[in-house]
């Protein structure tokens, strides 16, 4: 079992910035972000691939934000810039572990959830 821990949501202008943080008890090759927004499913942000740093990312995000990784401290990071009301939700760290893959923005590719960040754009 690996458990995620998020930090580093907040509250932010239209135009700010946020950095998310997730660090992982275990390793784990594939790690994304997700986000929910009231009343609306969860969707995948990014992800990132381990062995050789491919990323995938949402149309929605593409361009303003980041996804990286620090292998020796198990950490993913989501830098997110020109943030939009928009992307007002909760953001989940996401790990795939021994599971099938469906695609890097795909729920069924991941089997281990944080408990979640929440980040607010809001003038």
């Known amino acids: 079992q690996v458990h995620l821990m998020e930090s580093g949501g907040g509250s932010v202008q239209p135009g700010g910035s946020l950095r998310l943080s997730c660090v992982a008890s275990?390793?784990?090759?594939?790690m994304g972000w997700f986000r929910q927004a009231p009343g609306k499913e969860r969707e995948g942000v990014a992800s990132i691939i381990s062995d050789d740093n491919t990323t995938y990312y949402s149309d929605s995000v593409k361009g303003r934000f980041t996804i990286s990784r620090d292998n020796a401290k198990n950490t993913v990071y989501l830098q997110m810039n020109s943030l939009k009301p928009e992307d007002t939700a909760m953001y989940y760290c996401?790990?795939?572990?021994?599971?099938?893959?469906?695609?890097?923005?795909?729920?069924?590719?991941?089997?281990?959830w944080g408990q979640g960040t929440q980040v607010t754009v809001s003038s």
């Open positions: 275990g390793a784990s090759i594939i």
């Open positions: 996401a790990a795939a572990i021994g599971i099938g893959w469906a695609g890097g923005l795909n729920r069924r590719s991941y089997n281990h």
